[in-house]
């Protein structure tokens, strides 16, 4: 599986800055046979955890989440950036390496005592997954596992994160 | 079908900014039977259409369009704002009631003769779906239909589109 996916995913030299080598998921979702595998493989772990909803962290978490969630028949809730959901919201800051960021959740996304799967495409330095995590826990929901399609290993994310964590694709 | 849908659909008065009631999708997403309705009527009307491919907007039309892309076997090719796509791009620029905007799609993503659906979330004024038909049919790929959960009709962007229309909720 590993290799597989790995041979799906194209490095691109200097995105979003010079000398970061990005990992560009977007031919895994160009191959469907390839993308069926990752959303089989994440339903088969979690297709018998009780799990209530997936929280999908903005924007490309949006990807997996959503078959995720149809597959498990469960509630999708969308994490986002400051400012753009539209109805009332619960939010956490965290610090980057430069600067702060925000995120945010409707207050009425998650009911109290719900199983809950944080998914994105990439854990790297694990701040913006932990601030999901703390959000969601804020709410009353239980952080089942964060899912992840590929780890930047050599970046320590997975430390950063309290609750449990899974990723397909690790890079050392 | 439509009934249901509206009744999951959540209006927030004056978002993003003063005088506009803004259609929150996210309880659709939050309600599985419901999310499973929508996705099973896309499927139903697209699965004899030969399609290859379904093009999501950025961000929530990427909500809807993989779990779209996973139930037809297609592939799935993200839409996003200038910038946000790591490897060589197409663009294209079109205008906004105040400036303009420009989307992107990969250059290597959509093959000569491939049969695409466009998805988005919601249909207002027609301007970024009609430019992603452009950039589509730039790459010289056939836009079958452009398909939207929700459409403003009385911002009447369907006669913006060149491309057939197709969505399950109207607000006149």
Known sequence: ??????????????????????????PLLQNHDVFKKIIADFTKRY???????????????????????????????????????????????????????????????????????VIDDLLATGGTAEAACKLIEKQGGKVVECAFVVELGFLNGREKIKSPVHSLVKYE
Chains 1, 2 share one sequence.
């Open 47 to 117: 297709e018998n955890e009780g799990i209530h909803a997936i929280v999908g962290i903005e924007s490309r978490g949006f990807l997996f989440g959503t078959p995720l969630a149809h597959e498990l028949g469960a509630a999708f809730i969308p994490i986002r950036k400051k400012g753009k959901l539209p109805y009332k919201t619960v939010n956490v800051s965290y610090d980057l390496e430069y600067g702060s960021a925000t995120i945010e959740m409707h207050e009425d996304a998650i009911e109290r005592g719900q199983r809950v799967i």
């Open 1 to 26: 599986m590993e290799t597989l996916l790995k041979r799906h995913i194209r490095d691109v030299p200097d995105f979003p800055k010079p000398g970061i080598l990005f990992k560009d998921i977007t």
